[in-house]
């Protein structure tokens, strides 16, 4: 089946520490994304990357770190310098010059 | 002001009703228009994609894009209890090159009650 996957759908955080969000896509798609979604807030941009080994600061991307090593997976790590986590995190992907985004089923993050 | 200004609702309709949901915007520079859903808990999916002005339907859907005043709709006929949901309006087209970044409202909530 093709698609955007993420994994896990849940994940708890304990202070200082970090946690890696997956996304992995098998649609060959060239870019990929991550937003942050909070209630009321709509979907901010945190990362996105156009292609292999390049990515780009979105809007909100203090405290958060990627990287796209391989064309389908684009991982999303959470560092204890993000001080206000929880949220509903959002992995996307399209090809390139295309305008229209493919998002995956998305993962919970919540602070223990 | 806000780049793209979406009422948040909720909206509450009764089955069969004709839904309007809009989306403002600023950026006059935006030329790609899309309107997804998003079921509670889960991704949004892409419903509607227009490109500058004009109309496009599919089935029960009609989105409607109007440049000159800076404002998208979405209509929604004859609706159905699986229709609710949050509806995002999202838009690109920046003139500055970025039109691989999307802007999104920030959705409405859309009931409809059978």
């Known amino acids: 089946d093709g698609g955007i996957t993420q994994s896990p759908k849940y994940l708890f955080r304990k202070e200082g520490q970090n946690v890696t969000l997956s996304c992995e896509q098998n649609?060959?798609?060239?870019?990929m994304y991550w937003y942050r979604q909070d209630p009321g807030q709509g979907l901010r941009l945190i990362y996105y990357?156009?292609?292999?080994?390049?990515?780009q600061k979105g809007d909100i991307a203090e405290g958060y770190s990627v990287s796209r090593e391989k064309k389908e997976s684009f991982p999303l790590t959470v560092t204890s310098a993000q001080k206000n986590p929880t949220a509903f995190y959002l992995c996307a992907s399209t090809w390139t010059h295309q305008e229209t985004q493919y998002f995956g089923p998305g993962t919970r993050l919540l602070v223990l | 002001q806000k780049e793209v200004e979406q009422d948040p609702g909720p909206l509450s309709v009764p089955e069969g009703a004709i839904v309007s949901l809009n989306c403002t915007y600023s950026?006059?520079?935006?030329?790609?228009f899309m309107w997804y859903r998003q079921y509670s808990r889960k991704g949004p999916e892409l419903l509607m994609y227009?490109?500058?002005?004009g109309n496009k339907e599919d089935g029960r859907f009609t989105a409607q894009v109007d440049k000159s005043s800076k404002y998208i709709s979405l209509f929604i006929r004859d609706s159905q209890p699986s229709d609710s949901a949050t509806y995002l309006c999202a838009m690109s087209g920046d003139s500055g090159g970025s039109n691989y970044k999307l802007t999104f409202g920030k959705g409405t909530l859309l009931t409809v009650n059978p």
């Open positions: 227009t490109y500058s002005s």
């Open positions: 990357s156009q292609i292999v080994n390049d990515f």
């Open positions: 649609l060959n798609h060239d870019a």
């Open positions: 950026n006059s520079a935006f030329q790609y």
